[in-house]
């Protein structure tokens, strides 16, 4: 029998090394980003919160919550009242479950939402992406929201 070793995350997590549908499965879900797509969700995101976008990718960017809660602040003045900045991992992923509460209320559907580990085990980040332009479609039928929107062609 085949022993399967781990891999430690950034954020601590023991993970076995994904092998045979796993491995497959994984392969599938980052073919399936875009990065141009990806790109233009990160600018919309810091556009909105008024900081200058870092020249990192989308997932180590967004893994603690702590930017997703300033966005979901922007919307919605007030939503967060607290924003977790300590590096525990239960920390953030608290951040990011309370955006995603944000994003239910504020009527994105459930099944363009993304589970937490999806963003902060960094494993299908495709997923955030969509409930991110799934806030977005949300926002742009808001009136009382007046800040950026996001424009991009999803076609591409």
Known sequence: MAEATENTTKGGTNRAVASGLSKEVQRKIIAKRNKYVENEVLKWVFDVIGEKMPDANI?????????LCKFINELVPGYVTKINTSAEHYKSMENINTFLEACRKYGVHENDLFQTVDLYEKRDIGTVINCLVALARAVSRDSKFKGPQLTVDLSL
Do not use: A, C, S
């Not at 180590?60 to 930017?67: A, Y």
């Open 59 to 67: 997932e180590d960017v967004l893994h603690d919550g702590t930017k």
